[in-house]
T-cell receptor
Framework: GQQLNQSPQSMFIQEGEDVSMNCTSS?????WLWYKQDPGEGPVLLIA?????ELTSNGRLTAQFGITRKDSFLNISASIPSDVGIYFC????????????FGEGTQLTVNP | DVKVTQSSRYLVKRTGEKVFLECVQD?????MFWYRQDPGLGLRLIYF???????EKGDIPEGYSVSREKKERFSLILESASTNQTSMYLC??????????FGSGTRLTVV
């Protein structure tokens, strides 16, 4: 099945640093979502984006829906140890569709 | 608070056993999904259902079946468990056009 191209695959950063990750696709998506998975848990929705160019924040997290509708990025500012986990992007091809396509995830490690 | 509940956090089963993984959601969502997650392979869709008694194959359905007799419950069945089915299994539910809510996962070990 189709996968989104998510990068980087892993990041090792120091506490306090900013983080950026992104997802790209050859296809247009109508919805972009970003999830975080804590170790041993299921993914939890962080941010949902529904319009091209949309920029949305959730605390220290900011995500954008690319103008071309083929990409999205997630930024985390001033990282803290509890930011550790796997971050997944996900996209939906049709506005009312049910099925999401997921990226392969970015494993984030934050050193205190 | 919306919830997706998976019946077991950890399971150990023997090769050849029939295994049932249960998932219940309390959000009245039409759509429910089963994924498996393995290191380096991301989330891979096994099966999904968009209505009671309806099911669709995902990307890796071989060796699995599903059952959805009630809207709130979606079961994943391993007809004859094999060691290559050792994995983390995640259930999710979602309304039309909305994001998914995931359960906490079941870590299955087949020995």
């Amino acid at each position: 099945g189709q996968q989104l191209n998510q990068s980087p695959q892993s990041m090792f950063i120091q506490e306090g640093e900013d983080v950026s990750m992104n997802c790209t696709s050859s296809s247009i998506f109508n919805t972009w979502l970003w999830y975080k998975q804590d170790p041993g848990e299921g993914p939890v929705l962080l941010i949902a984006l529904y319009k091209a160019g949309e920029l949305t924040s959730n605390g220290r997290l900011t995500a954008q829906f690319g103008i071309t509708r083929k990409d999205s990025f997630l930024n985390i500012s001033a990282s803290i140890p509890s930011d550790v986990g796997i971050y997944f992007c996900a996209g939906r091809r049709t506005p009312s569709g049910s099925r999401l396509t997921f990226g392969e995830g970015t494993q984030l490690t934050v050193n205190p | 608070d919306v919830k997706v509940t998976q019946s077991s956090r950890y399971l150990v089963k023997r090769t050849g056993e029939k295994v049932f993984l249960e998932c219940v959601q309390d959000m009245d969502h039409e759509n429910m999904f089963w994924y498996r997650q393995d290191p380096g392979l991301g989330l891979r869709l096994i099966y999904f259902s968009y209505d009671v008694k309806m099911k669709e194959k995902g990307d890796i359905p071989e060796g699995y079946s599903v059952s959805r007799e009630k809207k709130e419950r979606f079961s994943l069945i391993l007809e004859s468990a094999s060691t290559n089915q050792t994995s983390m299994y995640l259930c999710a539910s979602g309304g039309q056009g909305k994001g998914y809510t995931f359960g906490s996962g079941t870590r299955l070990t087949v020995v």
